[in-house]
């Protein structure tokens, strides 16, 4: 009898806890983890991510009053809403910065509340949720937990930002990479740092055939963003080019004797025939003792 209570309390306990709204570790042990994915990609074809679990990295705009009452769930007595912006959106130039999604949604009961409100303008995030209604082709998304991420962005680096990638475009890469310089000073995200390691790569690789100095600044990409396909890709190109020195700054990298943050080295004094590692011997250089010294 005692086991069939038992048993019978479990089952309660089982149902009670199914019927409970869903807190971000419940959505961890409940389901498969929640699949990563892009704002972008979400907009894109948003039927297809209909309650699924999603984890979203995102730059946060504002706390805002966006509600469609009686044709979404969501009303301002139980949610509070906020915007955002795509991560890989560029914020920087007005077409990016104009282009945030409203249609965020948090209970107002969330214990996690606290943190959103502390959020400012342009800090990065990353927000696990579900697309739990759609109107007019939006989806809406209820959020259950969110973080923020490492790194600053503000008004002052997202103008250097928007001023060298002008000056990128336009060819001017000394003064290009020379601001790079001082965003890396501002702590920018980890996203951000990868985008202009890579910018700074193609420099090297493709201006000045300065393939160990494009190494370097891949390898600092690849530690911002390990799972960018195009940090591989161009890695991938510059060790072809690098030959039989590739392994050697492998090695060197490996061992922490080359440096992992941005480059003091100006940018400008950088060219064809600059090195990072010292030349491997050649027999030459080491003859063979004379069979008569011994």
């Given at each position: 009898?005692?086991?069939?209570?038992?048993?019978?309390?479990?089952c309660a306990?089982?149902l009670?806890?199914?019927?409970l709204?869903?807190s971000?570790?419940?959505?961890?042990?409940r389901?498969?983890p929640?699949?990563?994915?892009s704002?972008?990609?979400?907009?894109e074809?948003?039927?297809s991510?209909l309650?699924?679990?999603?984890?979203?990295?995102?730059?946060?705009?504002?706390?805002s009053?966006?509600?469609v009452p009686?044709?979404?769930?969501?009303?301002?007595?139980?949610?509070?809403?906020?915007?955002?912006?795509?991560i890989?959106?560029?914020i920087?130039?007005s077409?990016?910065?104009?282009?945030?999604h409203a249609?965020?949604?948090?209970?107002k009961d969330n214990?996690?509340?606290?943190?959103?409100?502390?959020f400012k303008?342009?800090?990065t995030?990353c927000?696990?949720?579900?697309?739990?209604?759609?109107?007019?082709?939006k989806?809406f998304?209820?959020?259950?937990?969110?973080?923020?991420?490492?790194?600053?962005?503000?008004?002052?680096n997202?103008?250097?930002i928007?001023?060298?990638l002008?000056?990128?475009?336009?060819?001017?890469?000394?003064?290009?990479?020379?601001?790079?310089?001082?965003?890396?000073?501002?702590?920018?995200?980890?996203?951000i740092?990868s985008?202009?390691y890579?910018?700074?790569?193609?420099?090297?690789m493709?201006?000045?055939?300065?393939?160990?100095?494009?190494?370097?600044e891949?390898?600092?990409?690849?530690?911002?963003t390990p799972?960018?396909?195009?940090?591989?890709?161009?890695?991938?190109?510059?060790?072809?080019?690098?030959?039989n020195k590739a392994?050697a700054?492998?090695q060197?990298?490996?061992d922490?004797t080359?440096?992992?943050t941005?480059s003091?080295?100006?940018?400008a004094?950088?060219?064809?025939?600059?090195?990072?590692i010292?030349p491997?011997?050649?027999?030459?250089a080491?003859?063979?003792?004379?069979?008569?010294?011994?």
């Open positions: 009898m005692r086991i069939l209570i038992v048993i019978r309390n479990i306990c089982i009670l806890f199914c019927l709204p869903m971000y570790g419940e959505w961890k042990d389901f498969t929640a699949k990563e994915v704002l972008e990609e979400l907009l074809k948003p039927d991510w309650d699924i679990p999603i984890q979203i990295p995102l730059r946060f705009a504002w706390i009053d966006v509600y009686y044709r979404t769930r969501f009303s301002q007595d139980v949610y509070l809403n906020f915007t955002a912006w795509d890989q959106e560029h920087w130039e077409q990016g910065f104009n282009k945030p249609y965020f949604y948090v209970e214990p996690e509340l606290k943190t959103i409100l502390k303008t342009f800090d995030i927000v696990l949720g579900k697309i739990e209604g759609m109107f007019a082709g989806p998304i209820r959020v259950v937990w969110f973080e923020r991420l490492p790194g600053e962005l503000n008004i002052l997202l103008k250097m928007n001023t060298s002008k000056l990128y475009k336009q060819r001017r890469f000394e003064e290009a990479l020379a601001i790079f310089q001082n965003i890396f000073d501002t702590n920018p995200p980890q996203d740092q985008m202009l890579k910018a700074t790569a193609k420099v090297y493709y201006e000045k055939q300065a393939y160990e100095y494009a190494f370097v891949l390898k600092k990409a690849e530690m911002a799972l960018d396909t195009e940090v591989h890709e161009l890695l991938q190109e510059c060790t072809l080019h690098l030959g392994q700054l492998l060197a990298w490996e922490g080359l440096q992992k941005h003091t080295k100006s940018p004094n950088i060219t064809a025939e600059s090195t990072l010292s491997e011997p050649g027999p030459e080491n003859p063979p003792a004379n069979e008569g010294s011994k």
